[in-house]
C-alpha cells in the first residue's frame, strides 16, 4: 500500500502548473456519449478517476485513445451498453454523470447506486427525480438505478438544493429533449459553464451556464467536437494555501484567478501578497505567518467546501483563532481528527470547527480519508516537524495529479513510499 512521506520545515518557492479540472473533466467524458462522431479533450487531468470514467466508458463500447499529446479521443457512435456497473460506480461516485446522457441519446440506463462516502450521504434523489419529471420511467432496485424514456422532454424544474453533478446530469439530458428545459436554483461552478461550452461545441442549445436559471432548447442530435479541459481551481487552490502556510512564494501558471475570487480574498485576509497574471497566480508569505481566516462554505460563487479542509489547515498554524462553518456537506471534518494528531488545537461544534492557531505542528501517522482532506494532510506534514506518513493516499490519486512531483519541484521533501 503506497504511503506519502513528508518531512516538514521547507519554505515552499517556484512555480508549479495547474492540471485541468477534475470536476470538469468527469462530467465532459460522460457527456462525450451524446455525440455521433469523435470528441478530441486536451488538458485532460491525469488522475485515478479519470482513468476510471474511461474504463467505465469503454465498457459501453465508447472507443477511446490517447493521442501522443495526451488528448482523450472519444467515439460514441457504436456504443451498445448502457450499465455502469456497481464495481466501477463504488470507486467513483460520479459516474452517476453517465445517467443523463445515457437516458437522453439511447433511452436506457442501468447505473449503480453511488454509496455514500466519507463527507456524507450524499443522496442522487435530485438526479432521479428530475429525469422523472422530464418523463423516465427510473425504477430503483438491487442497488441500481433503471431509467427508461423513449424521449425525455423539456421541463421547467426548480432543484430543491444547489447541486452541482444534479444540474450537469440534467443539464445532458436536457440537450437531446423534445423542447426547452429550464433549470432554476441551478449550481453555478466554473465546471458547470465548462461542461455547457462543451455540449454547445457539440451542437447542443444551452444559455444561462454560470447563473441559476440554465435554459437547454433539447435538438435531434449531436456530433463530435474538440475541448480545451478547464484548469482546476481546487489544485491551484491547494498549492497556493501551501505557500501561505510554510511562508513561501508559488506561482501557479495555466490557471485562472477569476475561479477562485473567493480563496484569494481569504488569503490576502490571511497576511499573503497575492498578483495575478495571464494565466497565472501567485502567493508570497515572504517567511511571515498567515493570520487566521474565519471560512463559512456554500454553493459558488461564495467560498467552495472544496478548499474547507485546507483552511482549516492554515488555521491550525496561523496567528490567532477562527472558525470554519462547512454548510454544505454533514461530515466534512474527518481531516481534524488527524489534524489533532499533529497537535493542532481544533474543536468541532456541529458544523463549525474552532482553530486556534499553535506555532508548530509535529509530524504524526496519519490517514487519508477522502480527497481533499487527504490534501490538507500534505499541507499540514509541510509544516510539521518531523516526518509525517500519510496512509491510504489512493484519495489523493483520485484527484491531484503528481502531487508529490510538484510538491518537490517547489522545495518540498515528500516522497511516495511502498509498504
Ligand atoms: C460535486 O459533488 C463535486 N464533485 C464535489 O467535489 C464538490 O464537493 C461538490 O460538488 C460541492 O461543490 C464533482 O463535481 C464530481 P452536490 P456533488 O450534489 O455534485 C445534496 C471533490 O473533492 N444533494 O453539489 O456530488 C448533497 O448531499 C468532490 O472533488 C442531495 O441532497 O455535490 C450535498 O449536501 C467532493 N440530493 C449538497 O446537495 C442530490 O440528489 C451538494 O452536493 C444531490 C445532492
Not at 32 to 59: F, K, Q
Request: glycine share 10%.
Amino acid at each position: 500500500m503506497d504511503k506519502l512521506l513528508i518531512t516538514g520545515g521547507s519554505r515552499l518557492e517556484g512555480e508549479v502548473r495547474a492540471s485541468g479540472a477534475k470536476n470538469a473533466a468527469l462530467p465532459i467524458l460522460a457527456a462525450t456519449l451524446l455525440a455521433e462522431g469523435e470528441c478530441v479533450l486536451s488538458n485532460v487531468p491525469h488522475l485515478r478517476d479519470v482513468t476510471t470514467t474511461m474504463e467505465l466508458l469503454g465498457r459501453m463500447g465508447v472507443v477511446l485513445t490517447v493521442d501522443e499529446r495526451m488528448h482523450i479521443h472519444a467515439d460514441a457512435s457504436r456504443v451498445k451498453n448502457f450499465e455502469a456497473p456497481y464495481d466501477l460506480v463504488k470507486t467513483m461516485r460520479a459516474s452517476i454523470l453517465v445517467l443523463g446522457p445515457l437516458l437522453a441519446r439511447f433511452g436506457e440506463a442501468d447505473v449503480s447506486l453511488p454509496g455514500g462516502c466519507a463527507i456524507g450521504a450524499r443522496p442522487v434523489n435530485l438526479h432521479i427525480d428530475g429525469m422523472r419529471a422530464m418523463g423516465a420511467e427510473i425504477s430503483v432496485e438491487n442497488g441500481y438505478i433503471h431509467a427508461r424514456a423513449k424521449r425525455l422532454r423539456g421541463i421547467r424544474y426548480s432543484m430543491e438544493t444547489v447541486t452541482v453533478t444534479g444540474t450537469e446530469n440534467l443539464m445532458m439530458a436536457a440537450t437531446l429533449a423534445d423542447g426547452r428545459t429550464l433549470l432554476e436554483n441551478a449550481a453555478r461552478e466554473p465546471e458547470v459553464v465548462d461542461l455547457a461550452h462543451f455540449l454547445n461545441s457539440m451542437g447542443a442549445r444551452v444559455q444561462g451556464a454560470g447563473t441559476d436559471t440554465i435554459m437547454v432548447d433539447g435538438v435531434d442530435c449531436l456530433s463530435g467536437c474538440k475541448h480545451h479541459v478547464l484548469p482546476d481551481r481546487i489544485e491551484t487552490g491547494t498549492y497556493l494555501v501551501a505557500a501561505a502556510m510554510t511562508g513561501g512564494r508559488v506561482r501557479v501558471r495555466d490557471t485562472r484567478a477569476d475561479l477562485l475570487e473567493p480563496v484569494l480574498a481569504k488569503l490576502r485576509e490571511s497576511g499573503a501578497r497575492v498578483d495575478t497574471g495571464n494565466g497565472w497566480i501567485e502567493v508570497d508569505m515572504d517567511r511571515r505567518r498567515p493570520r487566521s481566516v474565519n471560512i463559512h462554505t456554500a454553493p459558488h460563487p461564495a467560498f467552495p467546501t472544496d478548499m474547507q479542509a485546507q483552511f482549516c489547515a492554515l488555521n491550525s498554524i496561523a496567528e490567532g483563532v477562527a472558525t470554519v462553518t462547512e454548510n454544505v456537506f454533514e461530515n466534512r471534518f474527518m481531516h481534524v481528527l488527524e489534524m489533532q494528531r499533529m497537535g493542532a488545537d481544533i474543536q468541532i461544534e456541529g458544523n463549525i470547527a474552532i482553530c486556534r492557531g499553535v506555532e508548530q505542528l509535529t509530524a504524526a501517522p496519519v490517514m487519508a480519508t477522502d480527497l481533499r482532506a487527504s490534501a490538507s494532510l500534505v499541507l499540514a506534514g509541510l509544516v510539521a516537524e518531523g516526518d509525517t506518513l500519510i496512509d491510504r493516499i489512493y484519495h489523493i490519486d483520485r484527484g491531484y495529479d503528481n502531487i508529490e512531483e510538484k510538491f518537490s519541484a517547489l522545495g518540498g521533501v515528500i516522497r511516495r513510499v511502498h509498504t
